[in-house]
């Protein structure tokens, strides 16, 4: 029985890590900035859609090759989104000197 308790709450932490992910990319989105800030969030943003966009075709011809339904969970996409655009965040506020 501690075994799924334990469980359930590291279930709960990390369902609480991306939501606040999710919560924390829609504010640095619309947050205002100087010039620096604004390209580093560009290219971040640019970097983010390129990814996601890549990885729905992809998902679109192995539903196409498979003969299987498509089907999007849109929590994960938007966890995988978040996850994305702040590994691409830090990258450029490093290369940039953020």
């Known amino acids: 029985m501690a075994k799924y308790v334990i469980m359930l709450l590291f279930f709960a932490a990390v369902l609480l890590i991306f939501a606040a992910l999710d919560i924390a990319m829609i504010i640095s989105l619309i947050r205002p900035g100087d010039e620096r800030g604004q390209v580093i969030v560009w290219k971040a943003s ?10 729905l075709i992809i998902e679109i011809i ?33 290369r940039h000197g953020g």
């Open 62 to 94: 192995d539903g196409l090759a498979t003969g299987q339904e498509m089907t999007i969970n849109p929590f994960v996409h938007l966890t995988a989104t978040a996850i994305i655009y702040f590994g691409a965040l830090v990258f450029f506020k490093k």
């Open 46 to 55: 640019a970097f983010t859609l390129l990814g996601m966009t890549g990885a």
